[in-house]
């Protein structure tokens, strides 16, 4: 948790600061094909089939994702050694179904 909590605030702040953007909403997107989007593009391989992550793979996505900007900036030019996924590889309206999909994945017991 502690983890997360530090990736994201690092994230945060690379996103208000560093490319100058500011706090947005998300845009609307579409989940049921975010869901497609999320296992065709790979994330799966590194954040698990539902954004829960894994012990030596991706942080955890979901539930509650990082704010949208973060989320974009991540994809964008990533802080780590995840593949960068530019406007060609993943469009915007794929990066906001994504982001959609992830926003519905409930809590669970082992995931609180």
Known sequence: MRRRMFFTAGL??????????????????DPVRGARDFQETGC?????????????????????PIPYAAFVLQ??????SMPRYSAKVLSDAEVANIYAYLQTIPRTKSNP
């Open 12 to 29: 945060v702040g690379l996103s208000l600061f560093s490319s100058g953007a500011r706090a947005q909403p998300s845009p609307t997107g």
């Open 75 to 80: 994809l964008r030019r990533p802080a780590r």
């Open 44 to 64: 799966y391989a590194c954040h698990g089939t539902v954004g829960h992550g894994g012990a030596w793979q991706g942080p955890k996505l979901a539930p509650d």
